[in-house]
């Protein structure tokens, strides 16, 4: 779809200028800024915040007086590999290994759109049995197989 | 220590038992992702990154160094029987390489690949031993204003020669530069964006960062995109591969112009094997008495640019290794990969890690030797590799990159940053934002700050300081340069864009 503006720069530009804006704020307030010859820990975030914003505004201006397309946005594909990463930070310290590893595929799968719980196990227990042959029994990592610790 | 002292000590260090094994790894490892769609060889690197934290720096970086030119020979396999480029730099094999497939001389166009590919390479590794002592040599004299300078320069070109936006380019170095700042301020001690996170204060995990940015970004614009092709096996024969007496003679001066055009753009800031390849095809095109070939099976076009884009792939170690600049993306992880090990990126690199530094030369000739053994027996692996579904692929690559994280330090923590960093990387795909910058800044960052202070220090605070040194002041002159051709051109293809759209 083909928008008069390009609301996809825009946005960008908006975001980067608010990152920049919030760096560059924070570091002032909270980090010596020094002087040119005697720097503090500030000086350089906040001319980097500085830079950024003004990077920014460069980009959304520049997207105002620009023809542009709204870009597919997936939503389901990024919530099930996002969740898959979560699922596995949360589980490998509680449960070990081999739990974390079966839950964080299954989570994955789920971005194929169609649900098949054999051969979701089934690649889990392969996938298991591989991340134990490169990262235990290969580099020798101690991570534990499979605990109880909550 | 004279050249052929050099050579053999790193002869002796990459024949080590142990760091053929790696070097073997490596490049079996970069060939089979160079082959398979959807996994970059960014995406790699970071992937495996974690698991060279196990290994001594000399195995680590030769196995690294394996994946990164183990890639390009993969790709070009990809490219050529599917029409999908599996890396980047390959994409130039697709024009001409996959009508030859078509014709039926698939066969032809992967050995003689593969034989361009150890050439160039071939090629190139000579320019990096003729090259990078010199350049260390004069290095050592040169100061913090200078260094900056250097790396200002190296990080401009990398945003402003991107296909995209070059201020879109220079808000992620921005970026990069600014996320490096997180952690502990190694002059002052003082703690910068922590908020009080005791995890923070070693700074962002460059693992995470580049697993993120690139791996899980890349799973999520792949999954239910990817398609196993109709591959025909019979292009993987031997019968098939046996090149005629015509197709040799066309190919040996594009070998020879694309090594020399690899070579010059691979030690470039900024640029790299892909741009060579391009340049290399264009080159081609342009010279030959039948240019009306090109696109559609000629086997200039395929040689040329995978004989230029193997010789930039070594040739990029030059500034990496010889100044501690790094010119892409890679080579900042291979940098990243060096000092996590401890050692100090530099000039001095070659006169104190005279082991690690021959040693990996050396063991860039037995990897490309392994690849041109490995590749014309195994093409027929590559093939059926290549119709393995993506659904079954990025549950593992997933995998990988999650515990790869966890076992740097044992820490969920760093899982988490990698989901961040995989929900940064995902909106800055969406918003058309280049990632490969912004990993550039956050690796120099650190450098780039301790240097330019250093130089304000001995400049007692007068800017000018950096402009009344000639060496530095042209090189600030030539970032100033591109910046402003970059705008420029920018703006020319707007009008240009905009002319095209009133003509219709």
Redesign the interface.
Known sequence: MVTKRDY??M??GA??LL??AA?AW??LEN??IG????????M??MA??I??AG??V??LV?GWF??GVI?E??VL??IC??S???V???M??PFG?LP??MA??TV??L???EFRPLRILV?GVI?SV??WGI?VFG?????PLATWKL | MDIFASLALGLGTALAPHNLLYCFLGVFLGTLIGVIPGIGVLAAISMLFPITFHLDATAALIMLAGIWYGTTYGGSTASILLNIPGSPSSAVTCLDGYPMARQGRGGVALLMTTLASFFGASIGIVVLISFSPLIAKYAIYISSAEYFALMLLGLVAAATITNGSAIKGLAMVVLGLLLATVGMDSQSGAQRFTFGNLELMDGLSIVALAMGLFGVAEIITSVRRIHPGDVDPKDATWAAMKPTRDDVRRSWVPLFRGAGIGSFFGAMPGTGPSLAAFMSYAVEHRMSRTPERFGKGAIEGVVGPESANNAADQTAFIPTLSLGIPGSPTMALMLGALMIHGINPGPNLISEQPALFWGLIMSFWIGNLMLLLLNIPLIGLWVRLLMVPYRMMYPAILMFICIGAYSVRYSPFDVFTVLGFGVLGYMMRVFALPPAPLLLGFVLGPLVETHFRRAMIMARGDAMYFLERPFTATVLALTVTMVVWSIWSGLRRRAHDKARLLDQ
């Open positions: 996809r720069d946005t960008a975001l980067l990152l920049g760096a924070y570091a980090y010596r002087t040119f010859t005697r720097m503090g820990a500030g350089l975030p980097l915040g830079m950024l990077l920014g460069v980009v520049a620009r023809k870009p946005v997936r594909t990024p590999i996002f898959s990463i979560a596995f930070g949360m490998i310290q290994l974390a590893v964080s595929t994955a799968s971005a194929e759109k690649s996938l591989v991340a990262f580099i020798g990592l101690s991570i």
